[in-house]
């Protein structure tokens, strides 16, 4: 099974600073799919960047950037420029492109942007 | 443009007691999920079910049961609530092409709290 680990509980960072969250898998498929979902006090899961396992380049969007390492089995979350309303929580999910297709979570890294 | 709907929003049982949780999307997604969450475990999944009259279990299904009837509405039912099943829950779906790697599109999550 496999399995998905955040070591950052709780991180914060002065706004307009960048920060990264770090993210670590478990798995023996060669194929398939990494992201990264924020949800802030609204409770809304929100799809931040995704990852396809077969593409060496890193994903970006806008601010959000990725380092994936696939060797490593590592997929960290860069934010930069950060801004007030990246405060949430941030999750990493894995997702095999074989059977059920189910997400596996992170415990989930808390992001606080201070003024 | 709903997306995936969840009802109710918050709810209080007593110990014993049961209820239905609905999800429902309108966005023709053949799979859908149920997960919790819960304070530092990240979001666990409780069952999913990959088309129209079928389910299965996933990570911690204890205590639960689930029916997908119809395509868009995936049911959550606790028949005899505990505390331990206080948590936030929330109903994902996701489209069934297994190679576009498409994420999972979430409701806003339903509050439970279990006395």
């Known amino acids: 099974a496999q399995t998905v680990t955040q070591s950052q509980p709780e991180m914060s960072v002065q706004e307009a600073e960048t920060v990264t969250l770090s993210c670590t898998y478990d798995t023996s498929e060669n194929n398939y799919y990494l992201f990264w979902y924020k949800q802030p006090p609204s409770r809304q899961m929100i799809l931040v960047i995704r990852?396809?396992?077969?593409?060496?380049q890193n994903a970006t969007e806008n601010r959000f950037s990725v380092n994936f390492q696939k060797a490593a089995k590592s997929f960290s979350l860069k934010i930069s420029d950060s801004q007030l309303g990246d405060t949430a929580m941030y999750f990493c999910a894995y997702r095999s492109v074989f059977g059920n297709e189910k997400l596996t979570f992170g415990t989930g890294t808390r992001l606080t942007i201070i003024p | 443009n709903a997306g995936v709907t969840q009802t109710p929003k918050f709810r209080v049982l007593k110990t014993g007691q049961s209820m239905t949780l609905l999800c429902a999307q309108d966005?023709?997604?053949?799979?859908m999920y149920w997960y919790r969450q819960d304070p530092g475990m990240g979001l666990r999944l409780i069952h999913y079910?990959?088309?129209?009259?079928?389910?299965a279990k996933g990570e911690v299904p204890d205590g639960y049961n689930v029916s997908r009837l119809k395509k868009q509405n995936f049911l959550l039912g606790l028949e005899s609530a505990a505390p331990s099943q206080t948590s936030v829950y929330f109903c994902?779906?996701?489209?069934?092409?297994?190679?576009?790697?498409?994420?999972?599109?979430f409701g806003n999550g339903t509050r439970l709290t279990v006395t």
């Open positions: 990852q396809e396992a077969y593409k060496q």
């Open positions: 994902a779906s996701a489209t069934g092409d297994v190679g576009l790697g498409s994420p999972l599109h």
């Open positions: 966005m023709n997604h053949e799979y």
């Open positions: 079910s990959v088309g129209e009259g079928t389910t």
